[in-house]
């Protein structure tokens, strides 16, 4: 299991997509089926398509992990939880 921990914030806002979904097993289902999560290449696509509309430069979805992560060293969250926010694989 990956667990990440919430803000209320964060948990508001997944809560009601959740809502939006459905309520069903996935928070993002696939639209074409609900009994399977959304593919990570229709988020992609999606980034894409907005940045290609409102005119960004060389924006890829992998940009907001490495935003994310530089922020949260400059907040002074350690490298270890970062890390494990990410889902990296934890050094021995």
Not at 12 to 37: C, H, M, T, W
Not at 58 to 72: A, E, N, Q
């Amino acid at each position: 299991d990956h667990i990440v921990p919430l803000n209320g914030l964060a948990f508001e806002i997944l809560q009601k997509q959740y809502e939006l979904s459905g309520g069903g097993r996935y928070v993002f289902p696939n639209p074409k089926d609900a009994e399977e999560p959304m593919k990570t290449s229709s988020i992609c696509r999606a980034v894409t398509r907005y940045r290609d509309a409102v005119g960004f430069d060389k924006f890829v979805p992998k940009d907001l992990r490495r935003t994310c992560k530089t922020l949260m060293g400059a907040c002074r969250i350690s490298k270890e939880v970062r890390d494990r926010i990410q889902n990296h694989a934890l050094q021995d």
